[in-house]
């Protein structure tokens, strides 16, 4: 058996699976409020991908949000890192996708101590600071990898990032490798508040140390290993009533016929 994501590409009808999963969120159970309806929110993207590719949702703070199992070894799993963001006009654009890689500032801040810098000197040597805040993600992945004696295949894991706009409802899907670019690669500076690192064509990498602690990695869409074509959620029928009430209402009818 042939794992999407791992092995080979999800196939259109995995990434209609998707969209239709996905589009449930829109009857009241979604985590972001509009009007009488809700859209989907980074949980339940999270939620969406491992149904539709037979995977288990984390619910937690760990490094990776989805695992999918080996069907051929039961040791091994492999991870999807899920991120979800509203810039979808940004990749189109710029041709960057964005990535919260994480917002960890206290171990972000504590890694870059070890190396005798503070919120006051961190500027003098941004390509050290980089350098340290790049090595501590992946030390992440690290940690729960097989070399290091856990059960997830780090080589075969990745990023599956959501890229979304709601003026017009779009969503398109990437998927990119867990390692990240080398950062002695990189010319890291100090803008305001912000550590940046550049590539040849523009910023790669920016930390908001002094204000959130958010790192944020915006590769170039041309460079993702996959990418759906862009999608919008199925419309839900408008002759049905929507929310936690009428979903109440239908699961319990008895029970909800004696409140009346």
């Not at 998707?18 to 509009?34: A, C, E, N, P």
């Not at 910023?203 to 919008?232: C, H, I, M, R």
Request: glycine share 8%; proline share 5%; aromatic share 12%.
């Amino acid at each position: 058996m042939t794992i999407p994501f791992v092995t080979r590409n999800p196939t259109a009808g995995e990434i209609e699976r998707f969209r239709l999963i996905l589009s449930t969120y829109q009857d009241g159970s979604g985590m972001l409020k509009r009007k009488d309806r809700t859209l989907p929110g980074w949980r339940d993207f999270e939620r969406s991908i491992a149904a539709a590719f037979d995977g288990e949702a984390q619910e937690s703070k760990w490094i990776y949000d989805v695992i999918l199992a080996n069907p051929e070894d039961d040791s091994i799993r492999f991870g999807l890192s899920c991120k979800m963001r509203g810039t979808l006009r940004e990749v189109e654009r710029k041709n960057r996708v964005t990535i919260e890689l994480s917002n960890a500032s206290g171990e972000f801040w504590d890694a870059v101590k070890k190396e005798t810098f503070t919120q006051e000197n961190y500027h003098e040597s941004p390509e050290i600071v980089g350098k340290v805040l790049i090595e501590t993600v992946e030390r992440w992945h690290i940690n729960v990898s097989l070399d290091s004696g856990d059960t997830v295949d780090g080589t075969r894991s990745s990023f599956v990032v959501l890229q979304w706009e709601e003026r017009k409802g779009r969503y398109q899907l990437f998927q990119y490798p867990i390692d990240l670019p080398d950062p002695a690669s990189l010319l890291w500076k100090v803008e305001g508040r912000r550590l940046i690192g550049n590539d040849a064509k523009g910023t790669l990498f920016e930390w908001y140390g002094l204000s959130g602690g958010q790192l944020k990695y915006y590769p170039l869409a041309d460079n993702a290993t996959w990418s759906s074509p862009v999608f919008q959620l199925e419309v839900l029928p408008d002759n049905r009533d929507y929310g936690p009430v009428r979903k109440a209402e239908l699961y319990f009818p008895e029970l909800w016929r004696t409140l009346k």
